[in-house]
Structures are given as structure tokens and as C-alpha cells.
């Protein structure tokens, strides 16, 4: 019998299946929108279909229930498990960032490794991408494959950069600690954002928040899922004591905004 869920990834190569046009392979996705381009046979022209409608299904028959249980549209809950099981390893001083783009539709995010600061962190080859590549190609980008574990994930970033990985080997117990807490409250359904870009807060209200009254911005990893409604999460150590009012990142902003335009 075959589970009702998907749980083999849609991304650009997958083997599909259509009831009147038979397999085909994806050219193109949108995790957002669920549409796909499909090219079937030996045609020379792709099929754009959308998966809340068509009935596509994988090659083995399983059905792309895209409705009921869409893909994850950001790769953040996957980080988040990944770092975690480094962190578990011995490899502590690996940090996550993720802050929302200005339209609000998408996040970044920015690993690095090494010294815990905030305000200049390190940008290295395939750390950091954005939801909105992520919607059209589910990787990550240092060598892993759509769908990939946490395992899996882990040994193709080791095998991309060994010497950045290194940098992350020793402990940081605070950091460690923040970080298994929050995920234990988020995953699987929700990541977290320390983006400034807080809603509906005022320049004078984010003044004022003192250190115990800050919280982390939660978003769902998928649609479907509702608004988080736990109780607020704390940001990370060093996190709350830095000026909320503006952006403490100028220049990695501009440099990192650089970098994901021309990847």
C-alpha cells in the first residue's frame, strides 16, 4: 500500500508520471505555485502542469499530494536539523543566520563558523543562499541532492569544505544550548528569523525592548501550516543586546546581497 504522503522530493530531474502521457522528467519547479514544466519522451517541447491539479505522480506511483502536503518552500528547518546534529558532534561553534528579504516573501540564510560574531561573519562558497532559489532547485548548494538527510547533508558539506567545517569544531555551551531549545520547540514544521525587519514595530518600540522582551520572528518552513502560536522564543546570546532600531550588518548585507544576485 502506498503512503499517502510524498516523501520523494520534486526538483528539476525527478522521474514523474502522467495517466495519459506517461513518464516524463521535471525541467522545472515552483514549490511556491506548484507548477512544474514536464518533458515527456522524446517531445521537444515541455508541458507546464500543475501539481494541485493534474495528477501527476513519482515514477514508483506514489502519489505528489501537493495540496495536502506541500514541499518545504525554504530550506531553513533542514539547516536548523543539520546544524543541530553538528552541534551534537562536537562542532559547536557553527552558526545559523536567517533574515527575511524586504518584499517578505523569501529569507536568506548564512551559515559560518568560527568566532561567535554576529556583526562579521564570514561569507564562504555555498554558506548562504535564499528561498527564493530554493523554490526552483531544493538544494542547498555544496554538492547535496534534493531530498538529501540530515546525514547526507552533512557529508557533502564536509566533502565541499572541509577547512570551513573545521572552523566549527569546539564548544560554545551557550550557543548550543539556545539553539537545541529552539529547535526542539520549532522543528519540523518552523525556523526562525533574527531578521530586523520586525513588523508592525516602531523605531521607538524596538528602542525600548529591553533584552528579556525580545523574541525570536517564527515562520512556517511550508504552506498550510498556521501562524506559530507558542510562547516567544528568546534570540540567541550576543543577539539581544545589540541595537534593534537599525541594521547592524551594512556591509555583509551589501557584499551578501552581491553575492546571491550574481549566483
Given at each position: 500500500m502506498l503512503n499517502c504522503l510524498s516523501t520523494q522530493p520534486i526538483a528539476p530531474g525527478t522521474v514523474v508520471f502522467h495517466h495519459f502521457r506517461g513518464y516524463g522528467v521535471l525541467t522545472a519547479v515552483n514549490l511556491l505555485s506548484g507548477w512544474v514544466s514536464v518533458r515527456f519522451g522524446q517531445e521537444a517541447h515541455t508541458l507546464d502542469l500543475c501539481l494541485s491539479s493534474d495528477q501527476l505522480q513519482h515514477a514508483n506511483g506514489e502519489p505528489i499530494l501537493f495540496r495536502r502536503h506541500p514541499p518545504e518552500r525554504m530550506p531553513h528547518a533542514r539547516l536548523m536539523a543539520m546544524v543541530r546534529a553538528l552541534h551534537d558532534g562536537g562542532y559547536q561553534r557553527l552558526y545559523l543566520y536567517s533574515w527575511p528579504k524586504p518584499s517578505g516573501l523569501h529569507w536568506h540564510w548564512h551559515l559560518f563558523a568560527g568566532p561567535r560574531n554576529w556583526s562579521a561573519r564570514p561569507l564562504r562558497a555555498g554558506w548562504f543562499g535564499s528561498g527564493a532559489d530554493y523554490i526552483f532547485n531544493p538544494v542547498l548548494g555544496w554538492g547535496d541532492a534534493p531530498g538529501a538527510s540530515t546525514a547526507e547533508l552533512i557529508q557533502a558539506l564536509a566533502k565541499f569544505d572541509p577547512e570551513g567545517l573545521s572552523h566549527a569544531l569546539g564548544r560554545d555551551a551557550d550557543h548550543s544550548a539556545w539553539f537545541a531549545?529552539?529547535?526542539?520547540?520549532?522543528?519540523?514544521?518552523?525556523?526562525?528569523?533574527?531578521?530586523?525587519?520586525?513588523?508592525?514595530?516602531?523605531?521607538?518600540?524596538?528602542?525600548?525592548?529591553?533584552?528579556?522582551?525580545?523574541?525570536?520572528?517564527?515562520?512556517?518552513?511550508?504552506?498550510?501550516?498556521?501562524?506559530?502560536?507558542?510562547?516567544?522564543?528568546?534570540?540567541?546570546?550576543?543577539?539581544?543586546?545589540?541595537?534593534?532600531?537599525?541594521?547592524?550588518?551594512?556591509?555583509?548585507?551589501?557584499?551578501?546581497?552581491?553575492?546571491?544576485?550574481?549566483a
Open positions: 531549545a529552539t529547535c526542539d520547540v520549532l522543528l519540523p514544521g518552523y525556523a526562525y528569523s533574527f531578521g530586523w525587519e520586525a513588523p508592525n514595530v516602531s523605531a521607538a518600540t524596538a528602542a525600548s525592548a529591553t533584552p528579556a522582551g525580545a523574541a525570536l520572528q517564527v515562520m512556517p518552513v511550508r504552506q498550510g501550516l498556521p501562524a506559530y502560536g507558542g510562547a516567544p522564543l528568546p534570540l540567541a546570546p550576543g543577539l539581544q543586546h545589540l541595537d534593534r532600531t537599525r541594521s547592524i550588518f551594512p556591509s555583509l548585507k551589501s557584499g551578501a546581497e552581491c553575492l546571491l544576485r550574481g
